[in-house]
């Protein structure tokens, strides 16, 4: 490559030109046109086409007497799925309660735990039964101590009963 | 209010309405009691736990009938005298005796020496008290009849307790100006009536004089783990389960040994459900029944007698008495949840 000095020197209206733009900076768009200048022509995808379309389309109203031509035709090819009919305050009424059921049945005074005691206990209870034999005997069989001790508590008085 | 929000509103209270009248049933409880023992008609669930005092909690001079009732269905009839300075002394004397069919007679000596040995504890023990509110609200459910009953002249309240644990219910009347339990009926499982008293006569401006304060006929001491064992001459077991909702435990030691030479001292455990006792005790066993290694199933023995149970026999090595106005088999699940401490 040789080096041609005369086509580095601008001309002076130019080199005017230039210095007077100095406090001017480019506008932000000007990167993104070069930058798609340099990616050549690419295809956009289809749906963003029609994406851009209906933003730019805007809101229209449609023709009116449009919706009563199609509605037999959209009856005809849509499946009829409701059961029956449920009033939509109702079925607020109806979740709110289902709310506090539910919050009632998580609460500590829900009777699953009272249950849970029980079972607690009935399983404890097996449990001894399978350890000790139990033999009834008659009051007056009991040692002196534990004669007392049911005395204490309420246990006869009577003669033979309790010691 | 916007109108949508109104009839929601509205539209909510009539299906919470619906379902009210729906849940009700025919004997009048809620869902959360036990439909074992239904109360009768005219009461209602209670929502705050009545005031109770304990009789010996003021100046007071009452009369009462005790009943118990054997299995067979005989009844043993005390009739006592109470009283209580409301400073801890107290003192149950017994007047007459019966049996429900003949008409009261007077104790025989025998008898009023074994009620005089007794009185504390059957004035503290045998007599329904609400001595923890919070057990007592936790075991029981509690229903109120509506309207004032009168107990020996005084305005009182009667009060159903549904047992949670089956253990049987209760009934007790109690003075609406005193917080007093002036009646009571206790109930086996099966809701016969096992034990019953009721004032009839209420005194609380009662003139103290003469009274003789009962003692306690066996010292006792404050049981600690780490001094008392040597004075028991055993090292007693830990309860590490109460049971049906029994609790609160107080334990002593009792020096039986200072009094009655031939009775071993005795560590005793008094737990309460809020409103029975249960007395859970241990001694050094005889040497009878001590139990040769490799034996698995434990035997011990059991008796009611006037509504109370009691349950004795070799435990983990110590001799244990369990004693009180519940089953039998539940007071076998107190002696098998004793521990080696």
């Known amino acids: 490559m040789t080096h041609q000095p005369e086509n580095d020197r601008l001309s002076k209206e130019l080199e005017e030109a230039f210095r007077s733009l100095a406090n001017v900076s480019a506008p932000p768009e000007l990167a993104d046109r070069v930058r798609l200048s340099h990616l050549g022509s690419e295809k956009a995808p289809a749906e963003l086409w029609d994406r851009v379309e209906m933003a730019a389309f805007g809101k229209v109203e449609a023709p009116e007497g449009l919706w009563e031509k199609v509605l037999p035709e959209v009856k005809r090819q849509s499946w009829t799925t409701r059961v029956f009919r449920f009033p939509r305050r109702l079925a607020a009424a109806a979740a709110i309660m289902l709310a506090v059921g539910i919050g009632y049945g998580l609460s500590p005074w829900a009777q699953p735990q009272q249950d849970m005691r029980m079972a607690e206990y009935a399983a404890l209870k097996e449990e001894a039964l399978s350890q000790y034999v139990l033999i009834e005997v008659e009051p007056n069989e009991l040692s002196s101590s534990a004669a007392t001790m049911a005395g204490s508590l309420g246990g006869s008085l009577k003669p033979g009963g309790l010691k | 209010m916007r109108p949508e929000i109104s009839r929601l509103w509205t539209s909510t209270l009539v299906l919470l309405g619906l379902t009210a009248i729906t849940s009700c049933r025919p004997d009048s409880l809620s869902y959360s009691s036990d439909t074992s023992t239904a109360p009768g008609s005219g009461m209602v669930a209670v929502d705050e736990m009545p005031m109770v005092n304990g009789i010996s909690s003021l100046p007071i001079r009452m009369e009462w009938e005790f009943t118990s009732t054997e299995a067979d269905g005989s009844e043993e009839h005390l009739f006592e005298t109470f009283h209580a300075d409301g400073t801890g002394n107290i003192a149950l004397d017994l007047t007459l005796t019966g049996d429900g069919v003949s008409a009261p007679i007077a104790p025989t000596p025998d008898i009023d020496l074994l009620h005089h040995n007794r009185q504390i504890y059957l004035a503290l023990y045998r007599n329904l008290s609400v001595t923890d509110p919070l057990l007592a609200e936790a075991n029981y459910i509690w229903f109120e009849t509506l309207g004032t009953q009168t107990i020996a002249g005084q305005p009182c309240t009667e009060f159903y307790l549904d047992s949670h644990f089956g253990v049987g219910d209760a009934k007790l009347w109690i003075d609406q100006n005193t917080g007093l339990i002036l009646a009571w009926t206790l109930y086996d499982p099966a809701d016969v009536e096992i034990q019953n008293l009721q004032a009839t006569l209420v005194d609380y401006q009662p003139n103290l004089s003469g009274v003789t304060w009962a003692v306690p006929q066996v010292p006792s001491q404050p049981y600690d783990p780490k001094t008392s064992n040597r004075t028991l001459g055993f090292k007693p077991h ?104």
């Open chain 2, 238 to 341: 830990r309860q590490v389960y109460g049971g049906p909702g029994f609790d609160s435990e107080v334990q002593t030691m009792l020096i039986t040994q200072s009094q009655f030479p031939g009775v071993k001292n005795m560590h005793l455990n008094m737990l309460t459900d809020g409103l029975r006792t249960v007395f859970v005790a241990q001694q050094r066993p005889p040497e009878w029944a001590l139990q040769p290694k490799g034996f698995r199933m434990g035997t011990v023995s059991f008796a009611r007698v006037g509504g109370v149970s009691v349950l004795e026999g070799l435990v983990a090595g110590n001799w244990v008495f369990c004693v009180g106005s519940i089953p039998a088999d539940d007071l076998l699940v107190l002696a098998n949840s004793l521990r080696r401490r």
